[in-house]
């Protein structure tokens, strides 16, 4: 069953109609809510009343377009700066693990590696409830003792990006470990060999080699976040990100709005994806 | 020079320390505290297993409890068996331009969001959807027929959210087996099942266990499937902590069903490990 040995023709025939199944099982549910969004028709559903673009460019109820429907901007919005400042955090972090675990031998060093993998295998709903309880605690503490009102302690988007950085943190370690893996030292050597501290060392010869790994990470990170449902359903507040905002509408009912957004994430997302792709072959 | 690398050590450490301690190890303690609390009066709490004897002796919770791991192993396999055929055409039957196209045909969909493709499925499956529609235009049947809110819809959505999850380590492991080993078993009489029994399989076990530890914890952590494609005997565990936390506001309760979640999911995957001579470093790192 490798092109070397010799199969039957209909094992092949069937082991490739399989696939193409499979190909057709993975797309069929995005392309329906692609396809939808162009429906002239309150309902995301049959029979086809026509194209429209209203769902994205209309102005006027009961079609408002995604561009002139201000709560799904603002969620957007939310989701974008809560997204930013998750990737920034957890690939700060990210890059500093990666050289403790890649340069320094410790004792226990084989605890905190696993122990930073954990987050990875703790249901998001479970880290979730249990960033809330923590910080409720604390935010209660504060009050009963010192009568300070810890606000962003309270449910709200602080918690959200604490939330998602959480786990997203070891998944940025796990990328940028990999590369600074492949680094070969002798070149940092080098460097210091030619007069260079270690600071700028690690500056100028070091990171440059990492950044297409850290790049990687950071758009991961901004993904991931942008798309996190079950930690952020436990500590959302009153500012709701895009995921929050479309289940809350979508258990209200569906309109092709919801398809019209859904096309524009999926949009950016694989815009995103590609970028990083070209990028990461170009370096 | 001892000094200063000791002095980076201890600041490459720091962020570390913290992330852990503060967002991972403490809040989990601090929920297992709570988990161990029972309100007796206004404001007046006592350390009991009164929040766990409710949870064994309640049979709804029980039966949710129940439901929600073996629906879970069982979306777990199903994936399982559909990914890997799929896994191994990318990784040995198909070559060059190909392989990396349709490898990459298996991500691209993974980039949206848990709930537009739950979403996709909605429109597919309802009463009024795309597949009844469909089915009634080509005469198989003769009404609309609803094929959302039951388990199949739960199982089919769950088993399309994971299936990056097991696609993706399958076909890394799979591509390190080299060809030479599955021609020499050929070579040495064996059927392409016996190889595929005794020399593919063998070889893909790391790859199948870090893919069924992951498909496996989403499933059951699983929040939006389960709510959105159930129906209302369907109850999913993570809705109930839903409900305790955010609509009866019972802490203590909900604090209770989240560590035996937790509980859950570490009992299955180290069981897992165990049984197949993994290790979490070596499946996950």
Known sequence: MIPTIPTPRALRVIWTGYVALFFVYLVLPLAVVAVFAFNDSQFPSLPWQGFTLDWFFGKTAPKIGVFHERSILGAIATSAIVGACVAVLSVAVGTSNAFLFNRYKFRGRGVLYVLMLLPLVVPGIVLGISILVFSSTVANGLWDTAKIDAVFLRPGLVLVVLGQFSFITTIATLVISARLQKFDQSLEEAALNLGANRLTAVRTITIPFLMPAIVGAGVVAFLMSFENFNTTLMLVGSDAPLTIAMFDRLKEGSTPLLNAVSLLLMLGSSLLALTLIAFQKRS | ?285
Not at chain 2, 7 to 22: A, H, K, V, Y
Not at chain 2, 62 to 88: G, H, K, Q, W
Not at chain 2, 102 to 107: E, P, T
Not at chain 2, 227 to 249: A, C, H, N, P
Request: proline share 4%.
């Open chain 2, 1 to 285: 020079m001892a000094a200063s690398a000791r002095l980076g050590f201890i600041l490459l450490l720091m962020p570390l320390l913290l992330w852990l301690t503060l967002l991972i190890i403490i809040p989990h303690v601090d929920m297992l505290m709570l988990s161990l609390r029972e309100r007796v009066g206004v404001g007046e709490y006592e350390t009991s297993i009164a929040n766990y004897k409710t949870v064994l002796t309640e049979p709804l919770y029980m039966r949710t409890f129940m439901r929600t791991a073996v629906m879970s192993i069982l979306a777990t396999l199903i994936t399982l068996l559909i990914a890997f055929p799929v896994s191994y055409y990318i990784a040995k039957m198909v070559r060059g331009r190909a392989r990396s196209v349709l490898f990459l045909l298996c991500l691209i969909p993974f980039w949206v969001s848990e709930l537009v493709r739950t979403f996709g499925w909605m429109i597919l499956l309802r009463e009024t959807g795309v597949i009844s529609q469909f089915l009634q235009w080509s005469g198989l049947v003769s009404g609309p027929v609803e094929m959302l809110y039951n388990d199949a819809a739960i199982m089919t959505g769950l088993v399309y959210t994971s299936m990056l999850f097991m696609v993706v380590p399958l076909v890394t492991t799979l591509d390190s087996l080299d060809d030479a080993v599955i021609e020499a078993g050929y070579d040495l009489g064996g059927s392409g099942w016996s190889v595929m029994r005794e020399i593919v399989i063998p070889h893909a076990v790391p790859g199948i266990v870090s893919g069924c530890i992951v498909v496996f914890m989403l499933s059951l952590g699983n929040y939006l499937t389960p709510t959105m494609l159930g129906g209302k005997d369907s109850l999913w565990f993570t809705e109930m902590i839903y409900s305790q936390f955010i609509v009866r506001f019972n802490w203590e309760l909900g604090a209770a069903f989240g560590f035996m979640l937790l509980f859950a999911s570490s009992f299955i995957i180290w069981a897992m490990l165990r049984l197949t001579g993994q290790t979490l470093e070596r499946t996950m790192g």
